[in-house]
């Protein structure tokens, strides 16, 4: 009985779906694009991945170039001073106001040890 019931639902579910299928209008014919009013306005459409490049698999160097291409360049050094440069320059500071006084440091308990 209860399979009968599955079957009656999935015979409705399908005769649903054509019909609502069969009640669709036909699709229209394609027709040429509208053209934009001709006020003057640059309708032209830039897509931003036009210049996209996809993946390129590149070769690697052997472990020992690379290293030698680093110590040439100047070891990490080189990229810290790279990173730096493109950070804005920060100004010292602000002096401590007149008749004020730095904060002193916490006391240490255990002597440093």
């Known amino acids: 009985m209860n399979l009968n019931i599955h079957m009656l639902l999935a015979w409705l579910a399908a005769l649903l779906a054509w019909q609502t299928a069969a009640a669709q209008p036909a699709p229209a014919t394609a027709q040429a694009a509208p053209k934009p009013p001709a006020s003057g306005v640059d309708w032209h459409y830039a897509s931003p991945i036009t210049g996209y490049q996809g993946y390129r698999n590149t070769p690697i160097d052997a472990w020992s170039t690379s290293n030698q291409t680093v110590k040439e360049i100047g070891g990490w050094r080189a990229y810290a001073k790279e990173a730096a440069a493109d950070k804005p320059q920060t100004s010292a500071p602000a002096a401590q106001p007149p008749g004020t006084q730095a ?7 255990h002597g440093g040890h």
């Open 103 to 109: 904060p002193t440091p916490m006391h240490r308990p």
